[in-house]
């Protein structure tokens, strides 16, 4: 098996294709990952998400260090994986904030049912707030792998 590391170019085409990663954020030294659907923006070296509040946005706000890994799974053999360093930032309302707002939402209507699963109706029926955020890349690294087919 062959592995190599990826250029800023093909991590960034690979998280241009991915909607789903896995995002990192830790607070009093203990870390917590969860799924997150997002969208990334070459443009503005940040990737795009939202999320209702819980446990990952009171985390983020303590602690806006935050890492998204991302992978594109052939099979055990082929595959090739994204690590994005970066900052959490909330997008509120502010007009400083509406052309990031009005990108993000753009990106978002680019995936099929984009508001799932962020503004899913919960069991409970009730609705809560909805955060739009960015991870403002710092540094992004991948890899990928790959074996020669018997």
């Known amino acids: ?9 093909e991590c960034g085409e690979i ?27 070459a443009e503005h070296n940040c990737v ?14 303590e602690n806006p260090k935050v890492c998204l890994e991302v992978e594109d799974l052939v ?9 994005v360093i970066g900052r959490y930032e909330e997008i509120d309302k502010s007009p ?22 962020g503004a899913a109706k919960l069991e409970s029926g009730e609705h809560h707030h909805i955060v739009v955020y960015r991870i403002q890349i710092d540094r992004m690294t991948g890899r990928r792998a790959a074996r020669e087919r018997q």
Do not use: N
């Open 1 to 9: 098996m062959l592995i190599h590391e990826l250029t800023p170019e």
């Open 15 to 41: 998280l241009t294709r991915t909607q789903l990663g896995r995002l990192g954020c830790a607070r009093y030294d203990q870390p917590y990952i969860v799924p997150i659907h997002f969208s990334f923006d």
């Open 48 to 61: 795009y998400a939202f999320s209702t509040i819980g446990q990952k946005i009171e985390w983020m706000r």
């Open 75 to 83: 099979d055990k053999d082929h595959w090739s994986t994204v690590l």
């Open 96 to 117: 400083q904030e509406a052309e990031a707002r009005h990108r993000a939402e753009r990106l978002f209507m680019q995936r099929r049912e984009w508001w799932l699963p």
